[in-house]
């Protein structure tokens, strides 16, 4: 008995002790957490719960290690800066562990919660990355104050510096935040895919219409018809009217052709000679069916307009010039004539001194 006090009181003994004992629970945990937690989650029907208990395991064992050196330190009653150092270290080494941990759950999450949503929802599969990375940004910006808090570093002057230099980026890159907030809005809202169609106004060129090739936080990249792939700014779209021609619940979009035929034309056969133009047409659709309105009598003659479905937007400008020639055609065939622009002039008075010939 003497012996084994005198060795309990040897300096190292207790800490030693501690330390061991903690590795021992560590391994208890770890084997409650496989024979509880573990086969409970393997008996549900989502693998969610299985990828978070096991993005949890290692935190936990490691915390509880971490928990025992800081007992076995306050036992071997080191004198500051020494125990400073090692408790400050030892949180540090925490504070790591759980932040790479609640960035893997973090993210686990969210992809599970985008992949399932619902249409309509803001978190979509196309918004993952941005809330991803949002959710990174805020547990990183985290983890870095407890640090700090842990060396007992006063955040006072920092805060105060940060904002100051956040007023200073704000004005100085006023332009590029609100690309980014309107990026965020456009992927969270939606109004286009990549590979849509659209229609802006308000660009350098006036009314751009292209295709979707790239959505950026900052930016919108559209390859128009003329195989020229143009930047535009997130903002102006986000301020400008957009035209989206594959939204909609049916992707086909209607084509317009408009038409005067001179007044005394058979109506019937105008409308027949439309109808079969369209159906002769292998770009534009069956389903639904081409349709032919008369809209106006006109100052010139009666105006039709002819209209058709198209399923590849690409093809808009080429089935309109096909449709126009081949009206133009039908047209001369079936003796309908297509009226000039005509405005009759009527002399009221002729000027003073002139006589009509």
């Known amino acids: 008995m003497e012996t084994l ?9 207790e800490p030693t002790l501690i330390v061991a004992a903690s590795i021992g629970l560590a391994y208890l945990v770890e084997l409650v957490i496989r024979r509880t937690l573990v086969v ?14 096991e993005a949890l395991r290692r935190p936990i064992f490691l915390s509880v290690i971490f928990g ?29 562990t759980w932040t790479t941990a609640v960035m893997r759950i973090g993210s686990m999450v969210i ?4 992949n399932a949503s619902r249409r309509g929802s803001v978190l979509q599969p196309r918004t993952i990355p941005v809330f991803d990375m949002l959710m990174k940004i805020v547990v990183l910006v985290v983890a870095i104050y407890f640090v700090f808090v842990a060396w007992h570093v006063d955040l006072t002057a920092w805060l105060a510096s940060a904002g100051i230099l956040g007023i200073a980026v704000g004005f100085a890159a ?31 060129r006036g009314e751009l219409r292209g295709k979707v090739t790239h959505i950026g936080i900052r ?13 535009v700014p997130n903002s102006l779209i986000a301020n400008a009217q957009l035209i989206n021609e594959n ?8 084509v317009e052709i408009a038409v005067d035929v001179a007044y005394g034309s058979d109506v019937d056969r105008v409308r027949k000679v439309l109808l079969e133009c369209a159906a002769a047409e292998p770009l534009a659709e069956n389903t639904p069916s081409p349709q032919v309105r008369f809209r106006r009598f006109g100052g010139s003659g009666l105006e039709f307009q002819l209209f058709v479905w198209l399923e590849d937007a690409y093809s808009r400008a080429l089935l309109i010039d096909r449709l126009n020639v081949a009206v133009y055609k039908a047209f001369a065939a079936n003796d309908i004539e297509i009226p000039y622009s005509k405005h009759d002039v009527y002399i009221k008075q002729m000027p003073p001194g002139r006589l009509p010939e």
């Open 5 to 13: 006090r005198a060795f309990l009181e040897q300096p190292f003994v």
């Open 40 to 53: 409970m989650a393997s008996k549900t029907a989502t693998d969610l719960d299985d990828h978070i208990i």
């Open 68 to 96: 025992g050196l800081g007992f076995a330190t306050a036992s071997v009653g080191l004198e500051d800066p020494g125990r400073f150092v090692v408790m400050a270290g030892l949180k540090t080494f925490a504070v790591v």
């Open 111 to 114: 992809h599970s919660l985008g």
């Open 174 to 204: 006023k332009d590029s935040l609100g690309n980014l907030f309107a990026g965020l809005s456009i992927l969270a809202d939606g109004p286009y895919k990549l590979g849509d169609w659209i229609v802006v106004d308000g660009t350098v």
């Open 219 to 231: 930016s919108t990249r559209v390859l128009t018809m003329d195989d020229v792939e143009i930047t």
């Open 247 to 254: 939204g909609g619940p049916d992707p086909k979009q209607r």
